[in-house]
């Protein structure tokens, strides 16, 4: 039986990787991104549809809403987040984050998060057994020694996010999992596989093969299940 799913994020890096990735033959795939993805143009028996969404504002939910209006959907992923402009350099410094940034960064990686997704849950409630899946961070877990102050708190919070969330949609059935992955080779893209990736980066960075393979075991699951939260850090990631 085919599946419908809506994807944020899914222009590049781990968001391509799930509309690759997760879907097969007959499943329709709303992809919502600022730019027009390439998955677009693959010839594989998927439907993908974009939905060009700017997750800066809260001014498109109504555009949201309308495209998808009667449909229900199985799978919701909301893979978007942020971070600080100079936040993985040596010279990185909290004290010089601007404060404009600091609330877009805050706007993009949890309101958005909130409000987009309480949009959608009519469409979720229609499925049979529908899935919500966060895509967090190790950052967001204790003790990971990052001082990114605001991507950090946002991805504490996004955990919250799943949470709450889990408990509100737990009489409808529909399960809330939040995943935390450590440093991803989202630059390798998904086609060119895993063992590239792995190469490239010396064992250092997760292969994002390895996020769509646990996605893909999450949605599998019987609706009796509910996976609340995974944390997946480099085996070589002393932080995590």
């Known amino acids: 039986m085919s599946k419908n799913y809506i994807i944020f994020g899914a222009s590049q890096g781990l968001g391509d990787a799930f509309v690759k990735g997760l879907p097969i033959k007959g499943d329709t795939v709303w992809v919502v991104s600022r730019t027009r993805p390439k998955s677009l143009d693959i010839n594989d028996g998927v439907h993908r549809k974009w939905l060009p969404i700017d997750l800066s504002s809260q001014q498109q939910i109504s555009d949201l809403k309308e495209a998808l209006k009667d449909i229900a959907?199985?799978?919701?992923?909301?893979?978007?987040?942020?971070?600080?402009?100079?936040?993985?350099?040596?010279?990185?410094?909290?004290?010089?984050?601007?404060?404009?940034?600091?609330?877009?960064?805050?706007?993009?990686?949890?309101?958005?998060?909130?409000?987009?997704?309480?949009?959608?849950?009519p469409n979720l409630r229609q499925a049979k057994n529908a899935k919500i899946i966060l895509i967090g961070s190790t950052a967001g877990l204790d003790h990971t020694n990052n001082a990114q102050v605001s991507?950090?708190?946002?991805?504490?919070?996004?955990?919250?996010?799943?949470?709450?969330?889990?408990?509100?949609?737990?009489?409808?059935?529909?399960?809330?999992?939040?995943?935390?992955?450590?440093?991803?080779?989202?630059?390798?893209?998904?086609?060119?596989?895993?063992?590239?990736?792995?190469?490239?980066?010396?064992?250092?960075?997760?292969?994002?093969?390895?996020?769509?393979?646990?996605?893909?075991?999450?949605?599998?699951?019987?609706?009796?299940?509910?996976?609340?939260?995974?944390?997946?850090?480099a085996i070589t990631d002393l932080n995590a």
């Open 73 to 121: 959907l199985d799978v919701l992923i909301y893979n978007v987040g942020v971070w600080e402009k100079r936040g993985f350099e040596d010279d990185y410094t909290f004290d010089q984050d601007e404060i404009v940034d600091i609330a877009n960064l805050i706007n993009i990686n949890l309101t958005s998060t909130i409000t987009y997704i309480q949009a959608l849950l």
């Open 151 to 233: 991507f950090v708190t946002s991805k504490f919070g996004l955990r919250g996010i799943a949470n709450a969330l889990r408990e509100h949609l737990r009489k409808d059935g529909i399960p809330v999992t939040c995943i935390n992955p450590g440093e991803l080779a989202a630059e390798v893209p998904y086609e060119e596989g895993a063992e590239k990736a792995i190469h490239l980066y010396e064992g250092t960075r997760i292969p994002v093969q390895d996020i769509v393979a646990i996605v893909q075991c999450v949605l599998n699951l019987s609706s009796v299940s509910c996976v609340k939260e995974i944390n997946i850090p």
